[in-house]
Protein backbone atom coordinates (compact mmCIF):
# COMPACT_ATOMS: atom_id res chain seq x y z
CA UNK A 1 0.00 0.00 0.00
CA UNK A 2 1.22 3.38 -0.95
CA UNK A 3 2.02 5.82 2.28
CA UNK A 4 1.65 9.79 2.40
CA UNK A 5 3.00 10.86 -0.77
CA UNK A 6 4.56 14.95 -0.25
CA UNK A 7 6.73 16.69 -3.15
CA UNK A 8 9.05 18.43 -3.30
CA UNK A 9 11.19 16.92 -0.51
CA UNK A 10 13.19 20.09 0.00
CA UNK A 11 11.96 23.71 -1.25
CA UNK A 12 14.46 26.75 -1.18
CA UNK A 13 12.39 30.07 -1.75
CA UNK A 14 13.40 33.55 -1.71
CA UNK A 15 11.32 35.97 1.06
CA UNK A 16 8.16 37.14 -0.91
CA UNK A 17 7.97 34.33 -3.43
CA UNK A 18 5.19 32.21 -3.13
CA UNK A 19 5.74 28.38 -2.11
CA UNK A 20 3.01 25.31 -3.27
CA UNK A 21 3.57 22.36 -0.97
CA UNK A 22 1.92 18.71 -2.47
CA UNK A 23 0.33 16.11 -0.26
CA UNK A 24 -1.33 12.86 -1.91
CA UNK A 25 -2.86 10.39 1.78
CA UNK A 26 -3.48 7.21 2.16
CA UNK A 27 -5.94 6.34 -0.17
CA UNK A 28 -9.40 5.44 1.26
CA UNK A 29 -8.69 7.74 4.51
CA UNK A 30 -10.90 10.49 5.46
CA UNK A 31 -8.51 13.01 7.62
CA UNK A 32 -5.70 14.80 5.98
CA UNK A 33 -3.40 17.32 8.72
CA UNK A 34 -0.96 19.80 7.77
CA UNK A 35 1.62 20.43 10.44
CA UNK A 36 4.45 22.77 10.70
CA UNK A 37 7.71 20.98 12.86
CA UNK A 38 10.33 22.80 14.30
CA UNK A 39 12.89 22.28 16.98
CA UNK A 40 10.96 25.00 19.40
CA UNK A 41 7.49 24.74 18.88
CA UNK A 42 7.58 20.88 17.67
CA UNK A 43 4.80 20.08 15.57
CA UNK A 44 1.80 22.53 15.26
CA UNK A 45 -1.46 22.35 13.35
CA UNK A 46 -2.03 24.04 10.31
CA UNK A 47 -4.93 22.49 8.64
CA UNK A 48 -7.19 19.89 9.20
CA UNK A 49 -9.70 18.44 6.64
CA UNK A 50 -12.03 15.60 7.08
CA UNK A 51 -13.89 14.35 4.18
CA UNK A 52 -12.62 17.39 1.65
CA UNK A 53 -14.16 19.76 4.57
CA UNK A 54 -12.37 22.06 6.35
CA UNK A 55 -12.36 21.44 9.96
CA UNK A 56 -9.88 23.66 11.55
CA UNK A 57 -7.64 26.68 9.91
CA UNK A 58 -4.66 26.90 12.53
CA UNK A 59 -5.63 30.27 14.11
CA UNK A 60 -2.06 31.75 13.97
CA UNK A 61 -1.50 30.49 10.74
CA UNK A 62 -4.55 31.60 8.80
CA UNK A 63 -3.18 35.06 7.09
CA UNK A 64 -0.67 33.63 5.02
CA UNK A 65 -1.04 29.98 4.99
CA UNK A 66 -3.97 28.21 2.91
CA UNK A 67 -4.14 24.40 2.56
CA UNK A 68 -6.78 23.46 -0.02
CA UNK A 69 -8.12 19.47 -0.42
CA UNK A 70 -9.25 19.66 -4.18
CA UNK A 71 -10.48 16.01 -3.96
CA UNK A 72 -9.83 13.05 -1.88
CA UNK A 73 -6.53 12.04 -3.26
CA UNK A 74 -4.91 15.22 -3.25
CA UNK A 75 -4.08 18.60 -0.68
CA UNK A 76 -2.04 21.52 -1.55
CA UNK A 77 -0.38 24.02 1.55
CA UNK A 78 0.37 27.40 -0.27
CA UNK A 79 2.43 29.53 1.29
CA UNK A 80 2.35 33.40 0.32
CA UNK A 81 4.78 35.38 0.94
CA UNK A 82 7.27 33.43 2.41
CA UNK A 83 9.15 34.55 5.05
CA UNK A 84 12.65 33.91 7.19
CA UNK A 85 10.35 32.70 9.77
CA UNK A 86 8.51 30.16 7.58
CA UNK A 87 11.71 27.69 7.33
CA UNK A 88 10.83 24.20 9.22
CA UNK A 89 9.52 20.88 7.91
CA UNK A 90 6.00 20.59 6.80
CA UNK A 91 4.50 17.25 7.47
CA UNK A 92 1.09 15.75 5.77
CA UNK A 93 -0.68 12.83 7.56
CA UNK A 94 -3.68 11.45 6.99
CA UNK A 95 -6.00 9.00 9.10
CA UNK A 96 -9.64 7.07 8.73
CA UNK A 97 -11.07 9.51 10.62
CA UNK A 98 -13.32 8.71 13.61
CA UNK A 99 -12.66 5.34 15.76
CA UNK A 100 -9.29 4.81 13.85
CA UNK A 101 -6.69 8.14 15.19
CA UNK A 102 -3.54 6.43 14.13
CA UNK A 103 -1.89 8.95 11.73
CA UNK A 104 0.10 8.30 8.96
CA UNK A 105 2.79 11.10 8.19
CA UNK A 106 4.54 11.76 4.88
CA UNK A 107 8.53 12.08 4.97
CA UNK A 108 8.10 16.24 4.59
CA UNK A 109 9.15 19.09 3.22
CA UNK A 110 12.05 20.73 4.18
CA UNK A 111 11.17 24.69 3.38
CA UNK A 112 14.40 27.05 3.70
CA UNK A 113 13.36 30.93 3.07
CA UNK A 114 15.92 33.17 2.47
CA UNK B 1 -6.54 25.21 25.30
CA UNK B 2 -4.63 21.80 25.10
CA UNK B 3 -1.07 22.39 26.51
CA UNK B 4 0.95 18.76 25.77
CA UNK B 5 4.32 18.87 27.74
CA UNK B 6 7.14 16.02 27.32
CA UNK B 7 10.34 15.10 29.76
CA UNK B 8 12.83 14.65 29.44
CA UNK B 9 13.94 17.05 26.55
CA UNK B 10 17.04 14.24 25.70
CA UNK B 11 18.04 11.08 26.86
CA UNK B 12 20.77 9.08 27.07
CA UNK B 13 20.62 5.08 27.78
CA UNK B 14 23.06 1.88 27.91
CA UNK B 15 21.94 -0.49 24.93
CA UNK B 16 19.85 -3.07 27.32
CA UNK B 17 18.36 -0.74 29.72
CA UNK B 18 14.97 0.60 30.78
CA UNK B 19 13.88 3.62 29.17
CA UNK B 20 11.18 6.10 31.05
CA UNK B 21 9.68 8.66 28.55
CA UNK B 22 6.88 11.09 30.21
CA UNK B 23 3.97 13.24 29.14
CA UNK B 24 1.53 15.71 30.50
CA UNK B 25 -1.74 16.98 29.07
CA UNK B 26 -4.10 19.91 30.68
CA UNK B 27 -7.16 18.64 29.55
CA UNK B 28 -8.92 15.82 31.37
CA UNK B 29 -11.75 15.40 28.87
CA UNK B 30 -8.64 13.99 26.67
CA UNK B 31 -9.84 10.83 24.94
CA UNK B 32 -6.90 9.70 23.17
CA UNK B 33 -3.34 9.41 23.52
CA UNK B 34 -0.64 7.91 21.55
CA UNK B 35 3.24 7.86 20.84
CA UNK B 36 4.76 8.31 17.73
CA UNK B 37 8.42 7.88 17.35
CA UNK B 38 10.52 9.68 14.56
CA UNK B 39 14.33 8.51 13.35
CA UNK B 40 16.33 11.41 11.86
CA UNK B 41 15.03 12.41 8.55
CA UNK B 42 12.43 10.32 8.55
CA UNK B 43 8.30 10.60 9.07
CA UNK B 44 7.43 10.32 12.27
CA UNK B 45 5.65 6.36 12.83
CA UNK B 46 2.93 5.63 14.92
CA UNK B 47 4.32 3.30 17.89
CA UNK B 48 1.30 3.16 20.34
CA UNK B 49 -1.87 4.09 21.61
CA UNK B 50 -4.75 3.97 24.42
CA UNK B 51 -7.63 5.26 25.36
CA UNK B 52 -8.85 4.17 28.36
CA UNK B 53 -6.57 4.00 32.03
CA UNK B 54 -4.12 1.31 32.85
CA UNK B 55 -1.33 -0.21 30.87
CA UNK B 56 -0.31 -1.55 27.58
CA UNK B 57 2.02 -3.47 26.38
CA UNK B 58 3.26 -4.79 23.01
CA UNK B 59 6.54 -6.52 22.30
CA UNK B 60 9.49 -3.94 24.42
CA UNK B 61 6.99 -0.81 24.31
CA UNK B 62 4.15 -0.35 27.39
CA UNK B 63 2.42 2.62 27.70
CA UNK B 64 0.48 3.52 31.06
CA UNK B 65 -2.03 5.98 30.87
CA UNK B 66 -3.19 8.14 34.49
CA UNK B 67 -6.33 10.87 33.20
CA UNK B 68 -6.24 11.71 36.92
CA UNK B 69 -2.46 12.85 37.04
CA UNK B 70 -3.16 13.91 33.42
CA UNK B 71 0.20 12.29 32.58
CA UNK B 72 0.76 9.04 30.66
CA UNK B 73 4.19 7.48 29.72
CA UNK B 74 6.45 4.94 27.29
CA UNK B 75 8.12 2.57 28.80
CA UNK B 76 10.97 0.82 26.25
CA UNK B 77 12.44 -2.73 27.92
CA UNK B 78 15.92 -3.90 26.27
CA UNK B 79 16.05 -0.47 24.74
CA UNK B 80 18.80 -1.15 21.10
CA UNK B 81 20.44 1.69 19.80
CA UNK B 82 18.16 1.29 16.46
CA UNK B 83 15.59 3.12 19.34
CA UNK B 84 17.58 6.60 19.31
CA UNK B 85 14.92 8.71 17.58
CA UNK B 86 13.20 11.64 19.02
CA UNK B 87 9.50 10.35 20.20
CA UNK B 88 6.27 12.55 20.55
CA UNK B 89 3.71 12.42 22.71
CA UNK B 90 0.02 13.16 21.20
CA UNK B 91 -3.00 13.74 22.91
CA UNK B 92 -6.41 14.67 21.40
CA UNK B 93 -9.78 16.26 22.89
CA UNK B 94 -13.62 16.85 21.16
CA UNK B 95 -13.15 19.80 23.86
CA UNK B 96 -9.96 21.21 21.99
CA UNK B 97 -10.96 20.26 18.04
CA UNK B 98 -10.27 16.14 17.47
CA UNK B 99 -7.25 16.47 15.87
CA UNK B 100 -4.11 15.22 17.85
CA UNK B 101 -1.83 18.27 19.78
CA UNK B 102 1.61 16.87 20.12
CA UNK B 103 4.61 17.68 22.84
CA UNK B 104 7.76 18.96 21.23
CA UNK B 105 9.46 15.26 21.65
CA UNK B 106 12.17 13.72 23.86
CA UNK B 107 15.32 13.23 22.14
CA UNK B 108 16.76 9.58 23.10
CA UNK B 109 20.15 8.07 22.08
CA UNK B 110 21.03 4.39 22.91
CA UNK B 111 24.21 3.86 23.37
CA UNK B 112 26.38 0.62 22.60
Known amino acids: DAGVTQTPRHEVAEKGQTIILKCEPV?????LFWYRQTKIQGLELLSY????????DGGAFKDRFKAEMLNSSFSTLKIQPTEPKDSAVYLC????????????FGAGTRLSVL | QQKVQQSPESLIVPEGAMTSLNCTFS??????FAWYRQHSGKAPKALMS????GEKEEGRFTIHLNKASLHFSLHIRDSQPSDSALYLC????????????FGTGTKLQVVP
Open chain 2, 27 to 32: DSASQY
Open chain 1, 27 to 31: SGHND
Open chain 2, 90 to 101: AVSSANSGTYQR
Open chain 1, 93 to 104: ASSYGTGENTLY
Open chain 1, 49 to 56: FRSKSLME
Open chain 2, 50 to 53: IFSN
